[in-house]
């Protein structure tokens, strides 16, 4: 049966039969973490396995002394009595979906994933399997994302009307994968690209691995007399109000998240613009992509499990709420937290 | 319509002024003045009325979004408006129609929609909405639904329409005051470089507001130069005489001539071309009676014998803007009086002008408004006597000057979602204060906090939330706070027995705990006293 494959205990979810756990939260001697997003990827573990595409973020996040073996997608791995591949989750640079068989049964942790296309990851595959767990961060028939290339159109769009006004604009999205993301759809024709330090580091990382992203120069490097009224500054969302933001003088601010889609989260954050541009799946492609595993049960974890958990159920599909510790995108906003 | 939506977007999606204005500026440059034209009166808050049931668009939204009842009112409570919540879970729009600009909207099919059978609504109202993107769905939504707003004051609205023809901000808010109708020829008299469109009869003029005075009134200079009278609480109106019409206008621009015949009276006895400006108050003998009396005269469309013989009313004038056909707003504030007293002198039934309050300095000034609460007024207004009439709020030439409110410690008993900026967060309270050992509902509150105490607040109600009955939240008596208000009456409609003026919340009072909160007795008291006040005067 799928569900003796994999368990949630006090550390995390574990195989029994290949005795590691996915993303645990508490010191494991075997973690396989699905990407490098802190509450993923924590430190502690005595060995990591992660993707090939991952492993220079995971090793950024881990720490040099950590022990991390990584496994091409698709590259087939036996640890105890399962069977291991990853595959591509399209979340963040070297996201995976942990791919476990034992005895014929297969079960699939997602991890964070999203169906949308990203140039600055692998896209996501289905993979057949008994047992699917998907994350439920955005699992409300309210959120639909618009289409990535007319996000970088209005993004594109506000920076020129920036420029227009004699104002810098500042891009605020989380320094691991939305920055990037963010700035492969920036059209550096327009002007110089900046990047916040932390932004910049990471941004590096994906260069190195073959990721192809417009030319940017790092902040704290450029001398003291740049015109930042025509410039794109990408920072995380921490910068916004910190004394840092002040040298740009005359500045607008944008923030990338999915939870730009309500109108009420965009005011409260009391922002110039938001933009609907999300890693996360949303409603439709939640629903397309569970019918897609053909799984006969899904485990819904963090954001809104109870609600798409009881909307499955109503479907005749066989479906529970698993307790992580996962937290989806929280994008330095509590408030948000609290509310999913 | 696309057009005006992107306008919308576009003030919605700033905190900035200027932005505010230059989107609006661009619309009114580049606009056909019949779209225009009722651009101009959304913005103002000239909403039409409701068009459709909200519960019965829910329901449509819901069956054609294909998801359960159940499902919908989960994504309503993370929304936390209606509108917007069905904008968000109706499929994605099929083809894209033709457009259809805004005048089209507001003249024809708004008010099909709202003339129509359900079936035949539910039909327009879904080919609507999938001809529409997100943004276009929500703008409906609301204009439909009777709720629509916009981050801009009229104030704003007035300066990109004259920013956008080139004419002064008073004309164009001149222009708009009184009864107009969106039209292609209204918004072209409206930016006309001539006058053509002053001659109106009915039209007022914009009214002169006050700001709260900041610091001590001795910084205002040499109190010689001020003219100081009492701040009444009532309703604020121009009767306006021309034509051999009168017209008596709130200042919320609504036309209140009816409501108000002693006041239309007036009118009879002035002569044309007189615009007054001063509030209209129920009066008795000798002095106002509390604004609770004039609550009864006001939201009634007609006024039956009896109730006129119960709250008689009265204006006290305190300003002319008009005589003999004349605008008098630039002559200076003692010159206008000098030609209000003359109006009062022929003793015209119904209007008194507002007298003024003398004092040879302001600590002697100080003490007379010690007497506002036994007279039934707020305070003082100081005018400054070389003033011309101003057009809004504008700091300089009148400051109100009030006395400080009466104050109460409650307890939070209830919380409900706010709307607009607020939907989604728990904003509206309902404070109650001990009756014996009960706390007793008392007064509702939802404003004068932080947004950051509002966060706060609303992260504690979602811990603490015992009952839910539908956007309302039933919460663990625990916080208190101080509540200001103007005034306090008996009332059986209240479970206290008791109704308060303006309440707001004036501080949280983290340091108190709830069971030391104000009992119903002390406030009882309160009253008492201010009437045993009120007697003595």
């Given amino acids: 049966m799928a569900k003796a494959i994999l368990r949630v205990n006090d550390c995390g979810i574990y195989c029994e039969a290949g005795g590691f756990y996915v993303d645990p939260w508490r010191p494991v001697d075997r973690a396989i973490v699905t990407h490098a997003h802190s509450d993923h990827a924590r430190v502690g573990m005595k060995h990591y396995l992660c993707s090939a595409e991952g492993y220079r973020v995971t090793r950024r996040r881990l720490g040099d002394d950590a022990s991390i073996e990584s496994l091409e997608f698709g590259e087939q791995k036996t640890i105890g009595s399962a069977k291991v591949s990853l595959h591509p989750a399209g979340h963040i640079l070297g996201s995976a979906q942990v791919r476990i068989e034992v005895d014929g049964q297969i079960a699939v942790v997602s991890g964070d994933y999203k169906t949308d296309p990203d140039p600055t990851t692998a896209p996501f595959e289905p993979i057949r399997c008994h047992l699917f767990i998907t994350e439920s961060t955005f699992g409300l028939p309210i959120y639909r994302w618009p289409d990535q290339a007319s996000v970088f159109a209005e993004i594109n769009a506000w920076w020129r009307a920036n420029q227009a006004a004699g104002r810098a604009s500042l891009l605020m999205g989380y320094a691991l994968g939305k920055a990037q993301r963010a700035l492969s759809g920036l059209d550096p024709s327009i002007g110089d690209i900046y990047l916040h330090g932390s932004v910049h580091q990471l941004t590096e990382l994906y260069r190195e691995q073959g990721v192809n992203l417009p030319a940017t120069k790092l902040i704290s490097e450029v001398g003291p007399k740049v015109d930042w009224s025509q410039a794109m500054i990408v920072a995380p969302p921490s910068a916004s109000g910190s004394p840092w933001v002040r040298r740009f003088g005359d500045h607008s601010t944008a923030f990338c998240s999915g939870w730009m889609a309500v109108r009420g989260t965009r005011r409260r954050r009391a922002l110039d613009r938001g933009f609907v541009l999300s890693d996360h799946v949303d409603w439709p492609s939640l629903l397309s992509t569970i019918q897609a595993t053909q799984a006969q049960e899904v485990w819904v974890t963090h954001g809104y499990r109870d609600t798409v958990v009881r909307y499955l159920t109503e479907l005749g599909m066989k479906a529970k709420v698993l307790e992580t510790q996962f937290e989806g995108e929280l994008d330095d906003q509590p408030l948000e937290v609290a509310e999913a | ?537």
């Fill in chain 2, 1 to 537: 319509m696309k057009r005006f939506a992107e306008l919308y977007s576009a003030i919605d999606a700033t905190n900035k002024t200027n932005e505010k204005v230059a989107a609006m500026v661009q619309y009114f440059s580049t606009a056909p003045p019949e779209d225009a034209a009722w651009a101009v009166a959304l913005l103002v808050g000239r909403r039409p009325r409701r068009a459709v049931n909200s519960t019965k668009m829910a329901q449509w939204a819901t069956e054609l979004a294909g998801i359960p009842g159940w499902l919908f009112g989960e994504c309503y409570d993370s929304v936390g408006d209606l509108g917007e919540t069905i904008s968000l879970v109706l499929p994605p729009k099929g083809q894209p129609g033709s457009e259809v600009p805004l005048h089209e909207w507001m003249e024809h099919r708004l008010p099909e929609l709202a003339k129509v059978l359900e079936d035949r609504q539910r039909e327009l109202l879904t080919h609507y909405w999938m001809e529409l993107d997100q943004a276009g769905r929500f703008l409906l939504n609301k204009i439909i639904g009777g709720a629509f707003r916009v981050g801009v004051s009229q104030e704003l609205v007035i300066r990109a329409i004259a920013q956008a023809s080139a004419l002064d901000p008073p004309l164009i808010a001149h222009r708009l005051m009184g009864e107009w109708i969106p039209s292609a020829e209204f918004f072209k008299s409206l930016v006309s470089p001539t006058d053509e469109g002053e001659s109106v009869d009915s039209r007022p003029y914009p009214f002169c507001l006050a700001h709260p005075i900041e610091g001590s009134p001795s910084d205002l200079g040499p109190i010689e130069e001020w003219h100081a009278e009492w701040k009444w609480d009532g309703i604020r109106a121009q009767v306006v005489k021309r034509g051999d019409r009168t017209y008596v206008w709130s200042r919320g621009e609504e036309l209140i001539t009816e409501r108000f015949p002693e006041i239309e009276g007036i009118g009879s006895w002035l002569p044309n071309g007189t615009v007054l400006d001063g509030e209209i108050l129920a009066w008795q003998g000798e002095s106002p009676t509390r604004f609770g009396e004039l609550q009864r005269r006001i939201g009634r469309k007609s006024v039956s014998k009896q109730l006129l013989a119960a709250v008689p009313v009265q204006l006290v004038a305190f300003d002319i803007l008009e005589f003999e056909g004349k605008d008098l707003r630039q002559l200076e504030l003692r010159e206008r009086r000098r030609i209000l007293n003359e109006i009062g002198n022929q003793a015209i039934a119904n209007v008194r002008i507002s007298p003024t309050v003398f004092a040879d300095s302001w600590e002697a000034l100080a003490n007379e408004r010690e007497a506002s609460r036994s007279r039934n007024v707020e305070g003082l207004m100081l005018k400054r006597l070389d003033s011309p009439y101003l057009v809004g709020r504008k700091k300089g030439a009148w400051w109100k000057w009030k006395i400080d409110p009466l104050t109460v410690d409650a307890v939070l008993i209830y919380a409900a979602r706010g709307t607009g900026k607020r939907a989604a967060l728990y904003t509206d309270y309902t404070f109650g204060v001990w009756d014996g050992d009960r706390l007793v509902t008392f007064a509702k509150a939802y404003s004068g906090l932080t947004d950051e105490e509002i966060r706060q607040v609303d992260a504690w109600v979602r811990r603490n939330s015992v009952e839910k009955f539908g956007p309302v939240r039933t919460v663990t008596p625990e916080l208190v706070f101080e509540l200001a208000f103007e005034g306090i009456q008996l009332s059986n409609r209240h479970k206290s027995g008791l109704a308060v003026r303006f309440p707001r919340i004036l501080r949280w009072r983290k340091d108190k705990p709830y069971t030391e909160a104000d009992r119903l007795e002390d406030i009882r008291a309160m009253l008492t006293q201010l009437e045993s006040e009120g007697i003595s005067d």
